[in-house]
């Protein structure tokens, strides 16, 4: 299994209250993705990153933000969680990105805001 | 924009029997496709993927998968069903362009002994 942590793993927050995700891997892969599953909707890409400070929006990257100072860690940001932003949020990374290879996914984190 | 879809939301198969689960995706340039497979609790694990050459794909699991460029469609099928297919399956597609997949909506799959 590809070394990714994620924490925490569960978390009830109320509104309005920041919240950081953090994940953590151990494989020294390059790229590194934040999706949030919801359903009815699948998977949807929050954030990526392609290399230390160097990060992208993906197609529903409203109310968060990101960071990734060293190789290993990728910071999710909610500054001002709303009860939208209820979900399991998934991290992913991929050495390659998927240009000849797959992601690896975390085993995910519930966020509940109240 | 590459996009997903997952025309069935539910499929309930008898434990022995065949399994078929639809993808059809839309996207300009060819298409890099994959199945990926959630079990309840889990994070994700990818079944099978197609690049590109053979058309017919073989995964782990037992799946296999048949890229259908003139129907834009990548299904998947297993011959007889296990137990413990019972899963949440997601198609993806991504391309050379891209760093990221775009995800479907899922089929959630229960298997009747």
């Known amino acids: 299994d590809a070394g990714i942590t994620q924490s925490p793993r569960h978390k009830v927050t109320e509104t309005g209250t920041p919240v950081t995700l953090r994940c953590h891997q151990t494989?020294?892969?390059?790229?590194m993705y934040w999706y949030r599953q919801d359903p009815g909707h699948g998977l949807r890409l929050i954030h990526y990153?392609?290399?230390?400070?160097?990060?992208d929006k993906g197609e529903v990257s409203d109310g968060y933000s990101v960071s990734r100072s060293k190789t290993e860690d990728f910071l999710l940001t909610l500054e001002s969680a709303t009860s939208s932003q209820t979900s399991v949020y998934f991290c992913?990374?991929?050495?390659?990105?998927?240009?000849?290879?797959?992601?690896?996914f975390g085993e995910g984190s519930r966020l509940t805001v109240l | 924009a590459q996009s997903v879809t997952q025309p069935d939301i539910h499929i309930t198969v008898s434990e022995g029997a065949s399994l078929e689960l639809r993808c059809n995706y839309s996207y300009g340039a060819t298409p890099y496709l994959f199945w990926y497979v959630q079990s309840p609790g889990q994070g994700l694990q990818l079944l099978l993927k197609?690049?590109?050459?053979?058309?017919l794909v073989q995964g782990i699991k037992g799946f296999e998968a048949e890229f259908k460029r003139s129907q834009s469609s990548f299904n998947l099928r297993k011959p007889s069903v296990h137990w413990s297919d019972a899963a949440e399956y997601f198609c993806a597609v991504g391309s050379l362009r891209d760093y990221k997949l775009s995800f479907g909506a899922g089929t959630t799959v229960t298997v009747r002994a």
């Open positions: 990153s392609y290399g230390v400070k160097d990060t």
């Open positions: 494989e020294n892969h390059r790229y």
């Open positions: 197609y690049f590109s050459g053979d058309t």
């Open positions: 992913a990374i991929s050495n390659t990105g998927i240009h000849a290879g797959e992601l690896f």
